[in-house]
């Protein structure tokens, strides 16, 4: 039983899924720093205050914090464009760079059939 065990968890599939994670935190954590730290500040001189979170209206004692949900949008909206600006734009750019010009004018059917092709001749 416990080889068993300990073959779970040495499978790569394993290893791989908790490096991921761990490096997931990390990297939320430093866009979580980007977008409070440097975003926010910029949005606060635009509109005037970095936090809504004061924004409330109360019906028959029930206390609606629209502020909040006014916050936590805009930084939704800052997190998804610093992902988009600072990972994917400049991942796409090095991808494009690196890529070979044969692979980039050739669809992606017909550049899966020239790869299945390729290998069935290899081996």
């Not at 924004?55 to 916050?71: H, P, V």
């Amino acid at each position: 039983m416990l080889k068993e065990f300990r073959d779970f968890l040495l499978r790569g599939n394993i290893v791989e899924l908790a490096v991921a994670f761990v490096m997931g935190l990390a990297f939320a954590a430093v866009v979580n720093s980007l977008v409070n730290d440097l975003i926010m500040p910029v949005i606060a001189m635009i509109i005037g205050k970095p936090n809504f979170s004061d924004l409330t209206f109360t019906i028959n004692d029930a206390k609606f914090r629209y502020g909040t949900f006014i916050t936590n949008v805009i930084q939704f909206v800052a997190i998804a464009g610093a992902v988009f600006f600072f990972v994917v734009k400049p991942m796409n750019a090095l991808l494009t760079r690196f890529r070979s010009p044969a692979e980039e004018g050739l669809p992606d059917e017909e550049r899966r059939h020239q790869e299945l092709l390729a290998a069935l001749r290899g081996s």
